[in-house]
């Protein structure tokens, strides 16, 4: 019942494009009554379990991102029903300009996650497909801090993290000095790699730097990877964005959930990266042929602009493309 259920679901969702229960009702066929799909709806969201670590096996299967090692992303989406506060942190694996989801976690709380919130979705990775998988890790500015840097070194787990252009690092002279008074000679649209690693929270990183065309720094600290991919790879970050506007306004709507528990939210949220999976499975093949369907503008699910969005954007575009930036080496 439970799997019939499921397709029911998946296929009432392709109907109506949203995630209240009501509105699910009214795409399933049949005889039925639509109070008595709701009905059924409610009990199966009840009752039913899901394996999240098989479905993350099932998701990498459904679409074709090859058996890796491949590029994570780690963000939060966060919206309110009232006065609750539903916030998921997923880490999603980069793929073709968006972000498949592969786990996630209901932080049950409005703001940022903590460490031991990243780590547990991290190990949750690790347990089901091993750090063999992982070709580098990106994650924001939100998800920095010593502790985190200190598990990922000591699980080599290569990653690519943001950090604040205020971060303290050592000058030429050995000398603590801010990211943005080192550097504040680069001119928007050149970058800087600063040679060798420099200790950040007690942890040695190699560190890249690049002005954006509104005078911002983005300030890249990588370890167990190559620094002088650090700013492109960076960029891939920006993929989970995407993935939040499928599941949400420009997909399926998750925000029209009445969800309040955390268990049940997961739920919903491993029937969303199922159809997500299903419908990119079958969309790429359509695109790829001789008159690919065309590509929206990127976009944002925020109402403006975070600054990783913008510069993330900024150096993805074909005019300034990471490789043609001006680079230069030293301090």
Not at 143 to 168: K, N, S, V, Y
């Amino acid at each position: 019942m439970a799997l019939g259920s499921a397709a029911h679901f998946l296929l009432a969702l392709f109907k109506v494009r949203s995630v209240n229960l009501a509105e699910l009702a009214t795409g399933f066929g049949g005889q039925a009554q639509v109070d008595s799909h709701y009905k059924r709806l409610q009990r199966f969201f009840r009752s039913f379990e899901i394996d999240l670590d098989h479905l993350a096996r099932l998701l990498v299967r459904l679409v074709p991102v090859g058996d890796g090692p491949w590029r994570l992303t780690l963000d939060r989406t966060h919206w309110k029903f009232g006065q609750v506060d539903i916030n998921f942190l997923v880490l999603g694996m980069a793929y073709r300009g968006i972000a498949l989801p592969i786990f996630w976690s209901v932080l049950g709380k409005a703001g940022n996650s903590n460490t031991a919130e990243r780590i547990a979705l991290m190990e949750r990775f690790l347990a089901v497909f091993g750090v063999a998988r992982v070709a580098v890790l990106l994650a924001d500015r939100e998800f920095m801090g010593e502790a985190g840097f200190h598990w990922l070194q000591t699980q080599r787990i290569p990653f690519h993290q943001r950090i604040q252009c205020d971060t303290l690092v050592p000058n030429h002279w050995n000398r603590m000095t801010r990211i943005d008074t080192l550097l504040g000679s680069l001119k928007p649209g050149q970058a800087h790699l600063l040679p060798g690693r420099r200790p950040v929270w007690g942890c040695f990183v190699h560190l890249s730097v690049l002005r954006l065309d509104d005078g911002e720094f983005l300030a890249i600290a990588t370890s167990g990877a190559p620094q002088a991919e650090a700013i492109d790879a960076y960029a891939d970050r920006w993929q989970i964005e995407p993935l939040f506007g499928c599941l949400k306004t420009r997909g399926f709507n998750f925000e029209d959930t009445h969800l309040r528990d955390a268990a049940r939210l997961s739920k919903m949220m491993g029937l969303l990266a199922l159809a997500f999976a299903w419908t990119h499975r079958t969309g790429e093949p359509l695109h790829d042929r001789d008159r690919p369907i065309p590509l929206k503008k990127p976009f944002s699910d925020r109402s403006s602009p975070s600054p990783a969005t913008a510069s993330t954007s900024y150096v993805t575009s074909p005019s300034t493309s990471p490789r043609n930036f001006r680079i230069s080496c030293g301090l």
